[in-house]
């Protein structure tokens, strides 16, 4: 179990002043202050469109492709196998068959081929006898590959975001805005991005057998791409999602409107949210699962039966594609925290987490990471043997917040096979027999780049009373969507709501919770759900007094509308007693030796009142032993402490909590991993027969010098 409070970050400096409005405010929190920027962010307007032709080789790559299209050459797209990649490249082989072009495309199989291009490939690029092969979403770092593929008589342009190593492929034109001499104003396009931009030069270069905006006609697939690959939702990001929305909102794409019934959106409010965790992870599913070029053909397709038939598929696959992660989460979980020598040493560390087990599916190895960063706040890379590759380990990383972890990769690029990615994520391939020296490595790259252990950290854009909880702010807030990375849904700070009612939801895994205004007897109460919080209702027990952090949320039901709040943090309000509101103050004391004397005079507080009591032993095993018996425990004492009281009706505080787990230690019942201040981490031991807590050294201090 990990039960620590999220920090909570307000804006810095002067508030805005009180008569600008919401929106205006919200921006200038976010360091959005000019007003020209504020009207540039907020128009509805043409929006942020840079021009195409400033990209480094955008002539010579419109000028090859000119003539493969008016010259009947094959051309062959070759794409990556997740969502960005399937939808760059159907982009590009929509845009030119529309163009009259003899157009396939290529996408590697994730499970036996990998990322990107690889000798293996060669046969089946050849296969399809192109003149001209184009990437979408790779190939900046394909250099001895490009050269081969050159030297086979092939054409090559490169359409990629990856970040640029010191070399570029012999290609005939690489399309990257982050190479060293690019002039392309905002380096931070998806690869559907760059896909599309490409397309709009074309427009203008094939004209008239395509109209010059042809390619707006591609924003809907670009947006999904943009969506899925989590780029900053900022600049030409935000035009590109925010005009894509809206040819996504009345689509006339057979694929997408299968997709959307087979996600049950068919007729509801569409947002980047519903996109990126109903559609995309369809999407990936293809690749992760199996073959990819069936959501290619989904995109693709002009027959409403293919369509429903593929989305079925590839919601099915999806289904199963969830199964089979959690079970792998689960499994690296336990080999992260089973062995108590190992994950002793591992819960010291702040570095990179390294965990690799046997026949994990690599098609989910990256989603593991994710949830391993969610769970360590840590940065993780999770690998897997290769089926029918002995001795290769495939790996896939991906950062927590602050981190760069393809930084970490390059420091132990000697014992690697191959990588390739971004700072945020990464894939990466080692030989099992250099596995522990780049395990080492990325260790030694910790050591040398020590920093602050992270920790997770809420922004808040403002504090919100509760007179402004209305649909009309919601909407007002609506327009600085859409939202995504870089520009998030706003969070509101909240305080002082008492919980009257907490229900779990969602097969347990949510909370649906009830406030109403603090010492108010109004009777006017607020609706609102906590996503991912279900197994803390007891915690959140009726009646308790919270700060909360959320976001606004309408929902429309039979002409009805409703505000709900989208809780995404809580805050137990002080209770004005430091054992119970800020324990760690205590426990450095008493680390330092003050005796339980000295520290009732600074608690301002009885010793009997800080104090566990004799039951409270009982009542504390017990809960250990139901809620914590598997596995490592990390948590803030005062929160634990407030869980206990909430299950057993007692009131405990973290520093007598904190004692009764030393108690638990001496007697070998439990085994601390680390101890600072008012955080512990620490998993349960089992031991045959009696235990006598008395004769620990602790628990004869605590009644022997004031204890009851």
């Known amino acids: 179990m990990i039960l620590v409070e999220k920090k909570w970050r307000l804006p810095s400096g002067d508030a805005p002043a009180d008569s600008l409005p919401l929106t205006h405010k919200l921006l200038i929190s976010r360091g959005i202050t000019e007003k020209e920027d504020i009207r540039a962010f907020l128009s509805e307007d043409g929006g942020i469109w840079h021009d195409p032709e400033l990209f480094p080789d955008m002539d010579a790559a419109c000028e090859r492709i000119r003539r493969a299209v008016a010259g009947r050459e094959r051309i062959l797209i070759f794409g990556d196998y997740d969502a960005d990649g399937i939808t760059a490249t159907a982009i590009l082989v929509l845009f030119l068959r529309r163009a009259g072009a003899d157009c396939g495309y290529l996408i590697p199989d994730r499970l036996?081929?990998?990322?990107?291009?690889?000798?293996?490939?060669?046969?089946?690029?050849?296969?399809?006898?192109?003149?001209?092969?184009?990437?979408?979403?790779c190939g900046v770092a394909n250099i001895t590959e490009v050269d081969e593929l050159v030297r086979r008589g092939l054409d090559v342009?490169?359409?990629?975001?990856?970040?640029?190593?010191?070399?570029?492929?012999k290609a005939g034109a690489v399309l990257n805005a982050k190479r060293a001499d690019s002039r392309y104003p905002f380096s931070q396009l998806s690869g559907a991005g760059?896909?599309?931009?490409?397309?709009?030069?074309?427009?203008?270069?094939?004209?008239?057998?395509?109209?010059?905006?042809?390619?707006?006609?591609?924003t809907d697939l670009a947006a999904i791409g943009t969506i899925a690959d989590v780029v900053p939702m900022l600049d030409e990001n935000r035009t590109l999602v925010r005009e894509g929305m809206k040819l996504l909102r009345q689509t006339k794409r057979k694929g997408l409107k299968a997709l959307f019934a087979a996600a049950k959106q068919e007729g509801q409010k569409l947002s980047t949210i519903s996109i990126s965790y109903l559609l995309v992870p369809r999407i990936n599913a293809s690749g992760r699962m199996g073959d990819a070029s069936r959501a290619v053909e989904l995109l693709l397709t002009d027959n409403d039966a293919e369509a429903a038939e593929l989305a079925e598929t590839l919601s099915r696959e999806n289904t199963g594609?969830?199964?089979?992660?959690?079970a792998i989460f689960r499994e690296a979980v336990e080999l992260l925290?089973?062995?108590?020598?190992?994950?002793?040493?591992?819960?010291?560390?702040?570095?990179?987490?390294?965990?690799c087990g046997r026949d994990w599916h690599p098609g989910v190895i990256g989603i593991v990471a994710s949830r391993l960063v969610e769970r360590y706040q840590r940065s993780a890379i999770v690998f897997t043997e290769v089926s029918g590759q002995e001795g290769l380990l495939k790996g896939s990383a991906r950062a927590s917040s602050g981190d760069n972890i393809l930084e970490a990769i390059l420091y132990a690029k000697d014992c690697t096979e191959r990588f390739g990615g971004h700072p945020k994520a990464a894939g990466i391939s080692v030989r099992a027999?250099?596995?522990?020296?780049?395990?080492?490595?990325?260790?030694?790259?910790?050591?040398?780049?020590?920093?602050?252990?992270?920790?997770?950290t809420i922004l808040i854009d403002g504090i919100l009373a509760l007179d402004d909880m209305t649909t009309a702010t919601c909407r007002e807030v609506s327009g600085l969507a859409p939202f995504g990375e870089g520009n998030q849904d706003p969070h509101f700070l909240i305080r002082n709501l008492t919980i009257v009612k907490t229900s779990a939801c969602g097969k347990g895994r949510h909370l649906k919770l009830t406030f109403a205004p603090n010492g108010e007897s109004s009777g006017k109460?607020?609706?609102?759900?906590?996503?991912?919080?279900?197994?803390?209702?007891?915690?959140?027990?009726?009646?308790?007094?919270v700060d909360v952090v959320m976001s606004l949320s309408v929902s429309e039901w039979k002409g009805r509308e409703s505000l709900s709040m989208l809780v995404a943090d809580m805050h137990f309000v002080s209770a004005g007693k430091m054992p119970l509101d800020n324990p760690g103050i205590l426990e450095k004391l008493y680390l330092n030796r003050l005796g339980f004397a000295e520290l009732s005079k600074v608690a301002k507080m009885p010793v009997t009142e800080f104090l566990p009591s004799r039951d409270d032993f009982k009542k504390v095993y017990q809960f250990l032993r139901t809620k914590c018996a598997d596995g490592m425990t990390m948590c803030d004492l005062k929160l634990l402490a407030r869980y206990v009281s909430a299950a057993y009706a007692i009131s405990l505080n973290g520093f007598a909590l904190a004692r009764i787990l030393d108690v638990f230690e001496e007697a070998g019942l439990?085994?601390?991993?680390?101890?600072?201040?008012?955080?512990?981490?620490?998993?349960?031991?089992?031991?045959?027969?009696?235990?006598?807590?008395?004769?620990?050294?602790?628990?004869?201090?605590l009644f022997s010098e004031g204890g009851e």
């Open 194 to 218: 760059v896909a599309l931009k490409l397309t709009e030069a074309l427009s203008r270069r094939l004209y008239p057998i395509t109209s010059k905006d042809e390619w707006r006609d591609y």
């Open 433 to 456: 027999d250099q596995y522990d020296f780049f395990s080492r490595k990325i260790s030694e790259y910790d050591q040398q780049n020590p920093g602050e252990p992270y920790e997770e």
């Open 112 to 137: 036996s081929e990998g990322y990107g291009m690889s000798e293996n490939l060669f046969s089946k690029i050849m296969e399809q006898d192109p003149r001209l092969l184009i990437t979408v979403d």
């Open 157 to 169: 342009i490169i359409t990629d975001h990856h970040e640029v190593k010191p070399v570029l492929p």
């Open 525 to 545: 109460t607020y609706e609102g759900i906590a996503f991912g919080m279900g197994a803390f209702e007891e915690l959140y027990r009726t009646g308790s007094v």
């Open 321 to 326: 594609r969830q199964e089979i992660e959690l």
């Open 337 to 355: 925290e089973g062995d108590p020598e190992k994950s002793g040493a591992f819960f010291k560390a702040h570095g990179p987490i390294l965990v």
């Open 670 to 701: 439990l085994r601390f991993y680390s101890k600072k201040e008012g955080r512990v981490c620490f998993s349960l031991l089992f031991v045959d027969g009696k235990v006598k807590l008395e004769n620990t050294s602790t628990f004869r201090k």
